[in-house]
């Protein structure tokens, strides 16, 4: 509420002291309106506008989180990539046993099974931007190769691309920031160029011939041919053998440059392997 009050004396001041807790003020002039403002209604209107300017500030730092939000999961950090390879040979000789694609039946070789981002603490991101969906059409030139070197094995039989979707969205996605879909399959193919799994082990007298092996001689072969430590993962076969199933390798941010793991996958394996055939 304000108050008006007709002013009839030279010196405000001592009127003005009547209408305490008011402004405190003085007008040298005479027969003039003034209005008087209680302290306790600036005090609120001063408080509502610290209201108005500490919802404003909310609101924008608001907006500025949710957007900071949509870059991590769109396009998250990581830390290293493991590059799985996996033994076709072991993927049937299981109960659930396994489906050739629809282009027939793979080599006998390491297949591609993915190019998983990971944090050092063990950790992984996945399924990172919906908004970037598998897309073929994108990696035309490529399909070739992965077909030889990325074969699915999953029942019922397919042609691949339900595998290669699968790899994209879970994994591929939460490497953006660094490679884009192209990039990402370009990469895992090159990786697979340039180690070839299968003629290490042969080379130091390991083959899939249904023989067993130790742990330690296949762990060994690899790091001594690459320079780097694997992780070996097995599974079982249909008669309860442990064998040799998948292997593990880190690579940098880049996708292009093997390294030491920062830290490996849970997981133990027999200390005798088999390596069965294809």
Not at 63 to 76: G, N
Not at 167 to 174: D, F, S
Not at 250 to 258: A, I, K, L, P, Q
Request: charged share 15%; hydrophobic share 30%; net charge negative.
């Amino acid at each position: 509420m304000y108050i008006q009050a007709l002013i009839v004396t030279d010196t405000l001041s001592v009127h003005i002291h009547q209408f305490s807790p008011y402004i405190k003020t003085t007008y040298q002039h005479h027969h003039h309106h003034i209005t008087i403002t209680p302290l306790k209604l600036i005090h609120r209107e001063r408080e509502r506008e610290r209201e108005m300017e500490l919802k404003s500030s909310t609101i924008f730092k608001l907006l500025i989180v949710l957007q900071c939000l949509s870059v991590v999961c769109f396009a998250q950090d990581f830390d290293f990539f493991y590059f799985v390879q996996q033994w076709p040979g072991s993927y049937c000789d299981t109960k659930q046993s396994c489906c050739y694609p629809t282009t027939g039946k793979p080599a006998a070789d390491f297949g591609i099974h993915g190019l998983w981002p990971n944090y050092n603490d063990g950790s992984y991101p996945s399924n990172c931007d919906p908004n970037s969906p598998y897309d073929q059409s994108a990696i035309s030139d490529l399909i070739s190769r992965m077909q030889d070197s990325w074969p699915t094995l999953a029942c019922p039989s397919g042609d691949g691309s339900t595998f290669w979707s699968h790899e994209w969205v879970k994994h591929g996605t939460c490497s953006e920031s660094v490679l884009d879909q192209h990039s990402y399959f370009k990469s895992a193919l090159n990786l697979k160029s340039n180690i070839d799994l299968l003629q290490i082990l042969q080379s130091a007298g390991i083959n899939p011939d249904g023989g067993s092996y130790s742990l330690s001689s296949i762990k060994g072969a690899i790091k001594n041919a690459i320079g780097y430590t694997p992780f070996i993962e097995c599974n079982v076969d249909s008669s309860g053998n442990s064998q040799l199933y998948q292997v593990y390798i880190c690579v940098d941010t880049s996708g292009s440059n093997f390294i030491e793991c920062p830290v490996l996958p849970r997981g133990k394996c027999a200390s005798n392997l088999e390596f069965p055939s294809f």
